[in-house]
């Protein structure tokens, strides 16, 4: 079993423990995306619904979160790795997930933003308010490029309401938007709409971090 499959190594590792995932002299083995969900038993569904999600939202958002397009399959695959720790540690997946991804890198992606799929999956989950923020400066994340750390907030940011957006696994989808001064509104369709608009507000704590614009989700109204 390689160290990174030992759901006890995390804690055996000291630098681990301390979010600090990249180890000296540290090599790691690119994996295509297929080799990561097999080997990782990736809910297939949820993840294509994120990234689904994840690429419309990533669209409709441009002109405020000013990625370039060729982030696009950035985004994507983000979205599509995020949950990748939840069968090495379901309570803490975000964690493991970013310590397999650091190990075994989705292989499509250029070397230099492999790591932003490690911290997308590490920021994807639990509140992302400045505390956090705070302390994710004090790990390696603060090592990368400020453009590549930029880049990676933007990304988690994004891939944290497509992820709330499937929450329920009910297949709601984004409807119609409303784009003001400062605020963008989004309807949420389907029969799990409440819900994962409940939970989108609450993921876009990331968001409202860094940009001033305001999103905000209600569920489709019934005529």
Not at 98 to 112: G, N, S, T, V
């Amino acid at each position: 079993m390689c160290p990174i499959d030992d759901p006890e190594w995390k804690h055996k590792n000291p630098r681990l423990r301390n979010n600090n995932p990249v180890r000296k002299n540290f090599v790691p083995e690119p994996l295509s995306l297929e080799s990561l969900y097999s080997k990782y038993g990736i809910e297939r569904s949820h993840a294509d619904n994120v990234a689904r999600n994840a690429l419309e939202l990533f669209d409709l958002l441009a002109p405020i979160h000013g990625l370039d397009l060729k982030y696009r399959q950035l985004m994507e695959i983000a979205a599509l790795v995020h949950d990748t720790g939840i069968s090495t540690d379901l309570d803490q997946h975000h964690k493991a997930g970013r310590d397999i991804l650091f190990r075994y890198p989705p292989a499509e992606l250029p070397e230099q933003l492999r790591p932003v799929v490690a911290w997308a999956a590490f920021l994807h989950r639990k509140k992302a308010g400045e505390k956090k923020l705070e302390k994710l400066r004090k790990t390696s994340f603060a090592e990368m490029p400020e453009e590549i750390q930029d880049i990676t907030l933007k990304v988690a940011a994004l891939l944290r309401i497509a992820d709330a957006l499937d929450y329920s696994r009910l297949e709601s989808r984004l409807g119609s938007s409303k784009f003001g001064k400062k605020a963008v509104v989004f309807e949420i369709k389907g029969p799990g709409a409440v819900i994962d608009a409940e939970r989108m507000a609450k993921k876009g704590d990331l968001w409202h971090l860094l940009f001033d614009t305001k999103l905000e989700f209600r569920p489709e109204s019934k005529k």
